[in-house]
């Protein structure tokens, strides 16, 4: 549910690992109708999933990322996810698990400093292809009925990497929702824990990009306009997302997670192979 990627190397650098061009941002994307018309379904969705329909959200940073630079467009959403985190962490903020997020957020943090300090070297349409392979796999075992369908106890040890995983992921590629979801599904805690358990957790990891952000300088005026102008309808769809989860049956609930991270998965697979492929 993250939504930015961190690079600390030097600026030629930064935009030859990233397939950035020399050229300047964008300064004009407000009079854009090209950009209101990624922007509005992007901030839609990031709106889904901090309220709790965890994984939409991630397809807002390639959306905008069609038209700006991908830095660009993390840095212009990164404020947006913070405010709506604050909504959505006093919204769930009795609705956590503390045995999962005191296992979870070290790993994040893990996963955040690790990314950070591979960025430079790690290509993001690697990561996104083992993410989307390890999210599918998942999915399919779990709708063959290989796993037990009673619930099942999580693991120190198996929090710790797939918090690390999540951190790493999100980090690099806006994809942290599948590892923190492989490791909280089969848990089968109830509904409402398990949003406001997802809320709180990226909710840490987007605090954790905020000083890398700052010291790439990737914070500008026309950027902070543009997410002042985005707002509104940010944490409108936010309190959708969390009027939506709270009527929606818990089974349904479940069967919607899966298929979410499911079609997550196969586009994850699509982006990152067709570039590793190069078609």
């Not at 599948?178 to 398990?194: E, G």
Request: proline content about 7%; hydrophobic content about 55%.
């Amino acid at each position: 549910m993250s939504a930015l990627r961190v690079v600390r190397v030097a600026p030629a650098l930064r935009r030859a690992s990233i397939g950035l061009s020399p050229a300047l941002p964008r300064t004009d994307v407000l009079t854009d109708p090209l950009f209101l018309l990624v922007a509005i379904p992007a901030v839609t969705f990031l709106g889904l999933a901090k309220g709790g329909f965890s994984g939409v959200g991630m397809v807002a940073t390639p959306l905008l990322a069609l038209i700006l630079p991908p830095l660009q467009a993390a840095a212009i959403l990164l404020p947006i996810l913070l405010l709506q985190d604050v909504i959505s962490v006093w919204v769930y903020r009795r609705d956590f698990s503390t045995a999962n997020l005191k296992v979870l957020i070290p790993g994040g943090a893990l996963g955040v400093v690790v990314a950070w300090a591979l960025a430079a070297y790690v290509s993001d349409h690697h990561v996104r292809f083992a993410i989307g392979l390890i999210g599918v796999v998942f999915v399919l075992n779990a709708w063959l009925g290989r796993v037990p369908t009673t619930a099942k106890p999580a693991t120190t040890p198996a929090g710790l990497f797939w918090g690390a995983v999540a951190g790493f992921t999100s980090t690099l590629s806006q994809a942290g929702s599948p590892p923190f979801q492989v490791y909280v599904l089969p848990q089968r805690l109830p509904k409402m824990t398990l949003v406001g358990t997802a809320a709180i957790f990226f909710a840490a990891v987007n605090l954790m990009k905020v000083a890398p952000y700052f010291a790439l300088g990737q914070f500008s005026t026309e950027g902070l306009v543009t997410t002042l102008a985005l707002t509104p309808l940010a944490v409108a769809t936010n309190f959708l997302g969390i009027w939506l989860v709270q009527r929606t049956p818990t089974e349904l609930f479940y069967r919607i997670a899966y298929v979410l991270v499911f079609l997550i998965c196969l586009a994850l697979l699509w982006q990152g192979g067709r570039h590793i492929l190069g078609i």
